[in-house]
């Protein structure tokens, strides 16, 4: 299920587990634990997990207009977020060592979700031991 990518961050491994038709069979429970633990913790955000879609470049469209989109640079992680309520998208962006954790934080949510599908469960976990090891490397 999950891919094997010497990168850091493997973008295609993060929209497949954002994405509700995934054969991960978690349904949108990864989609609101990255909304928790990814975007709110930095900044309130209303947005729609059960109509959102993730599209390819990993840009997330709910319903009603808004979007979130991931973007992944060197060391970094930027999350545009566009509420058309408002005037201009908000940007956060986790650097360096804030990066890495957030993104362990996630993960870790989502482990706690699957109790119940051990092949999965593993998966992650060694997903999140290969980002710890190359975090240490």
Partial sequence: ?????????????????????????????????????????????????????????LMIVDNQGRSIIVEYMRNRLSLTLNDQRTEAPALIEYKGKAYRQVILDWLTACIRYTSLQPELRKELMQYVRSIQRKILS
């Fill in 1 to 57: 299920m999950l891919t094997k990518s010497s990168k850091l961050f493997d973008t295609t491994t993060i929209a497949r587990l954002l994405s509700h038709e995934d054969e991960h069979g978690m349904g949108r429970v990864f989609m609101y634990a990255f909304l928790n633990e990814v975007i709110r913790q930095k900044r309130p955000f209303p947005f729609d997990c059960e109509s959102a879609q993730v599209r390819p470049n």
